[in-house]
């Protein structure tokens, strides 16, 4: 039923997208020739000169999304953050493909405002229509509608947990139909859920329950049976899917490589270790850093002032910093505090309270505007805007022992933000936090998600009460 209502659902999406496209070139042509909302229009844009050449080119939009995976059944919290950004790439390309085939086509007279119009109201109508539609299911799921059913084996630690991440999320829409295991009999209920029999039971229980993924948490010792599992699995059309035990030691998106039909799983998979992905987010650091360096330049002149007047001693603060590979170099701030002995100052965090900072060097702390000489490090390529912050070699080397993998950091390039600072891990909080979520952005890092953190940076900026 599920897999009949999803493909009803796809087919119900690809109609909202066509219609939604559609409904954007017909305001697109009324706004630029019948009324003249803009001031260059007029009623000489004849309908179908504007209107056929599109119907003829639209299913090309279509299949720039299905290409994209906007019509891939996805049930995650960054759902919506996704496909924003897909839509974005998707109407990009669409609307330099609807050009060249105007081009091509001969249609030479195509009202270019007409085309710029069109490629901006496509994109907001459409995220509009995914963001509500994707709302409206995450509502629906958290009703108990359009369930998917599991069957979990094994009733280990890893069942156990799996279990109870799917019933911490009931946006995700999945229910447990229970468990089948060895150990247990038949009247037995874990964690509220019924034990169904054991592992031999498994063609009886997928005829006679309403199974879509069959979820397998067996330890490697019982792996015996595995086979069976996935044979009797493919006879129902049952997906099968397992959490090796090994799982906390894999990335957040596996990596497979394969070496003469020989898989290899890389556990530390890294995006930006892909030169094209390093390339666009060195780009992004360009366009953003670059043009704000001129913009800000008077409020950095003031800043600069401001500190030399308020105590003696240099404007600028350095301070040695790991960045990418764990190679150090010297990260820039408006100078905050007195001068004090280095050798003494490397080995102190700053507290809330802190004595050492001026009256000044207060108020640039609480709105991050001592942060702003780091832009001249992004510009150098020794840090990016978006990353893990960086840490002193002293205080890295006493992590490294007390937090696990908390040099993976040290992947990417540090940042003057990140996901562990919008999610509220930024000065005395949870350094054990703090990690987990930069490992989390260094394993699922994609150009949606540095946008994502760019406005949630400029959103918190002045109300973050662990800014000090």
Known sequence: MIRENQRIFNIALVIIDFTVITLALIIAWDIRFATNILGFGSNVGGFYHYILPLLLILPSYILIYYFLGLY????????IT???????????????????????????????????????????????????IRKVLQYLRSKRYNIKYILVIGTGPLARHFTEVIMQNEYLGYDIVGFLDENHSQADFIDGFKVLGSVENLEDVLSNHLVDRVVITLSPDKYDFLEDMVETCDKYGVRAEIIPPYYLYLPAKPH????????????????????????????????????????????????????????????????????????????????????????????????????????????????????????????????????PRPERPHFAEKFKEEIPKYLVKHHVRPGMTGWAQVNGYRGNTSIKKRIEHDIYYVENWTPALDVEIFFKTIINIFRDENAY
């Open 256 to 387: 497979l490589d394969v070496i003469e039909g020989i898989p290899l799983i890389q556990v530390r998979h890294i995006p930006l270790d892909n030169s094209f992905n390093m390339f666009l987010k060195r780009c992004f650091d360009l366009i953003l850093v670059v043009p704000a360096v001129v913009i800000l330049s008077p409020l950095l002149i003031i800043v600069a002032i401001l500190v030399k007047i308020s105590s003696p001693g240099p404007v600028i603060f350095k301070q040695e910093r790991l960045g990418l590979n764990k190679k150090s170099f010297q990260m820039y701030k408006f100078r905050s505090m007195k001068v004090q002995d280095e050798e003494k100052e490397k080995f102190q965090w700053t507290t809330k309270d802190d004595p050492r900072k001026t009256r000044f060097g207060s108020f640039i702390r609480r709105t991050s505007i001592d942060e702003l000489p780091q832009f001249f490090n992004i510009i150098k390529g020794e840090m990016s805007l978006i990353g």
């Open 72 to 79: 891939t059944p996805q049930r995650t919290k960054r759902t």
């Open 82 to 132: 996704l496909e924003t950004f897909k839509i974005l790439q998707a109407n990009c390309v669409g609307l330099f493909f609807l050009v060249t085939m105007l081009f091509v086509l001969d249609f030479v007279d195509y009202s270019r405002y007409m085309l710029a119009l069109f490629g901006i109201l496509s994109t907001i109508l459409s995220i509009t229509e995914r963001f509500v």
